[in-house]
């Protein structure tokens, strides 16, 4: 998994066969305009049972990828076991949530509010 700012957009790339084949996101990339990121955080999401996966891989406690429908609204989630959560909160946009799992979670959720905060500024 592959993440960059340019251009005042974050964009998420799957560049492993398997990471698109898990999320059945064949396309392998969601790009988002700085604009439509409403928050950012590294705490755990809440998971409920009315959670549904439609469509994506889900093994509790192993992997969850792909497309998922909660009491949000649409959601992309590609996480494993490891609990370092970076969660992306969007406005306007195809999903209403991103999630993931990332070793280096807190640096990018301080480059995304970082971005946010100094596109808000000018």
Sequence with gaps: MFLSITNQKFRLELDQWYEKLFAFHFGGIITVPIEHITAVSTTKPEFSWKTLRAPGTGLPGVLMAGTFYTENGREFWYIKRDPNYLVIDLKDEYYKRI????????????????????????
């Design 99 to 122: 999630v993931l799992t990332l070793d280096n979670h807190e640096f990018w959720a301080e480059r995304i509010s970082q971005t946010i905060s100094s596109t808000s500024i000018s």
